[in-house]
């Protein structure tokens, strides 16, 4: 039986080649990893990544895509010389995790709580954005983020002598 539903795979996948239009079946299509991956295949070599079954994993389902991938891989193999398939997710990997690394460092940053000098009233400049915002304002100051850019501000209070009354500005 599985081996039926795996030859099943592979003559459809035949069938694909004689009409051009080619297909990698993947059981579910998750995350940015495979979304890009699925561009760069249509991208540069027109091959469409086709998501079958959803979140029930089918058995027969299973047997019937490895043989239309296997078909699919030997074919686009003897084409480009290589296993251009296993290399574009190589390079999807590599595009996204440098995307999740920028992302990571703009948090890092934020976290990393930056000295700034408050007025007499509460103002601040805030260190990360630049925004001037009053630490009064429970809007945009939450006691140890600028909620506005959530940035991490450790407060300096400016000249002792001349520190008003607080609760001036709250909202
Ligand atoms: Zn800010």
Known sequence: ????????GWTEAETEATTGTL???VLGLRGPIDRSWADILRRDYGIRLREVGGC????DLVERARGHNEYIRRLVSERY???VISAAHALA???VAVEVVDVGEEIKSLWTPREARADAQGWVDCPHCGR???THSKRHWDGQHH??????VTLVWGQAA???PKGERSQ
């Open 23 to 25: 297909s990698y079946l």
């Open 93 to 95: 990997e590599q595009e």
């Open 1 to 8: 039986m599985a081996k039926d539903l795996y030859k099943l």
């Open 81 to 83: 010389g290589s296993d």
């Open 132 to 134: 001037r915002f009053s």
């Open 56 to 59: 029930l994993i089918d058995m």
């Open 147 to 152: 909620k506005s850019c959530l940035g991490k």
């Open 162 to 164: 001349g520190s008003g």
